[in-house]
């Protein structure tokens, strides 16, 4: 069964990114991507991903080619420049009608795979506001920011599953509690 996942790290504080949309305090710790619920067991899971303008934008300013091979969605009001060659599809999907229609393509898509919401958190809360949200894996880093873009700005209740460390992350595996499953 294809399962929405935001998988994901933050500060100790809950910031994903500074409040100049700055990774810096991640890139420079320590994980094993091979390692406790790591990113390369996690890829080979997903089938299709969407994240927000800032997290596309952040992505193409590091300057590196698209690294995804599976078809895209970014939320979106902006004109932004696409990667050639690439399955990137631009939306806007303002109404949860319209969100619940392009999740409907996105796992349509994804085959028996997941969708990754890559980022940002207010993406990731519109799919839990809408009950579209089925996991939340999040790698807990040891530092704080004091303030930047929030990791999941919504009330979502959620299960924990499955408890790791990884190199310097602390990293939790949680279930969305949705009342149409549970």
């Known amino acids: 069964m294809t399962r929405t996942v935001y998988y994901t790290a933050t500060t100790l504080d809950g910031f994903i990114a500074s409040a100049e949309h700055s990774l810096d305090w991640l890139l420079t710790r320590e994980a094993d991507h091979e390692g406790a619920l790591g990113y ?7 089938g299709s991903l969407v994240m927000g303008a800032s997290t596309y934008e952040w992505v193409q300013r590091q300057g590196e080619d698209w690294a995804y091979d599976q078809p895209a969605w970014v939320l979106t009001h ?3 420049t696409p990667y050639g060659g ?3 599809r631009f939306t806007a ?3 949860d009608g319209e969100l619940r229609a392009l999740h409907a393509e996105m796992v349509a898509a994804a085959g028996d795979l997941d969708v990754w919401i890559v ?8 799919f839990a506001e809408a009950g579209l949200l089925d996991e939340v894996v999040v790698s807990i880093a040891p530092v704080t920011l004091g303030a930047g873009m929030p990791l999941l700005p919504a009330h979502v209740e959620l299960v924990t599953r499955e408890v790791a460390q990884n190199g310097e992350f602390a990293v939790v595996r949680y279930d969305v509690v949705r009342p149409d499953r549970d």
């Open 119 to 126: 980022g940002g958190g207010p993406v990731a809360a519109r």
């Open 86 to 88: 690439r399955d990137i």
């Open 93 to 95: 999907a303002d109404t």
């Open 40 to 46: 390369k067991a996690f890829e080979k899971t997903v």
């Open 78 to 80: 902006r004109q932004l």
